[in-house]
């Protein structure tokens, strides 16, 4: 079945740092992916998403490029803030009709001022 | 804000003892999920909706039943609660975008079976 692998971390890094997230995925044909963002103590929130190939997703500095060819979907951001500090999540849709979504494992991102 | 409730937030129960978590949402949205989050597994779909009275399972459905008999509230229920299915729970709605659906998150039910 559908799988996505992302870095397990935990990532930690210094303020003013560039962060990248590597995620891969395995499903066939064309899905939706996403990140998610859970801040201590909270659900999850969308941070960006893309729907086709080539498409760049981006939010709050961040930014995600959809892969077709390397099947991938990395999270960067150029400059951390310690308020980035977080569980991020990548996700692909499954492509049905029930919108599921497929979770990575989770990144911890600890940002120290 | 997709109006997402969940109850409890916490709740520490003893092995064998049968557990409802409610999720409840006021925006009339079809589609609703639980989850569980634990560590090292990142989110696991549980069981889904997808309208009253239709649900299915996810990949983690094993020991778990769902009801939901009004659009507004999902019900999971642990018949047998086991330390295994300590974890926090989460609840979400799927919530049309045009080329995409975008779910939304409940706070989270941390539950701890003894």
């Known amino acids: 079945g559908d799988s996505v692998t992302q870095m397990e971390g935990p990532v930690t890094l210094s303020e003013e740092a560039f962060l990248t997230i590597n995620c891969t995925y395995t499903?066939?044909?064309?899905?939706?992916l996403f990140w998610y963002v859970q801040y201590p103590g909270e659900g999850l929130q969308l941070l960006l998403k893309a729907t086709k190939a080539d498409d760049k997703g981006s939010n709050k500095g961040f930014e995600a490029t959809y892969r077709k060819e390397t099947t991938s979907f990395h999270l960067e951001k150029g400059s951390v803030q310690v308020s980035d500090s977080a569980v991020y999540f990548c996700a692909q849709d499954s492509g049905g009709s029930n919108y599921k979504l497929t979770f990575g494992k989770g990144t911890l991102l600890t940002v120290n001022p | 804000d997709a109006g997402i409730t969940q109850s409890p937030r916490h709740k520490v129960t003893e092995t064998g003892t049968p557990v409802t978590l409610r999720c409840h949402q006021t925006?009339?949205?079809?589609?609703m999920y639980w989850y569980r989050q634990d560590p090292g597994h990142g989110l696991r779909l549980i069981h889904y909706s997808y309208g009253v009275k239709d649900t299915d399972k996810g990949e983690v459905s094993d020991g778990y039943s769902v009801s939901r008999s009004k659009t507004e509230d999902f019900l999971l229920t642990l018949e047998s609660a086991t330390s295994s299915q300590t974890s926090v729970y989460f609840c979400?709605?799927?919530?049309?975008?045009?080329?995409?659906?975008?779910?939304?998150f409940g706070p989270g039910t941390r539950l701890t079976v003894l």
């Open positions: 979400a709605i799927s919530e049309s975008r045009g080329m995409y659906n975008e779910q939304f």
């Open positions: 499903a066939t044909g064309y899905p939706s």
């Open positions: 925006e009339n949205h079809r589609y």
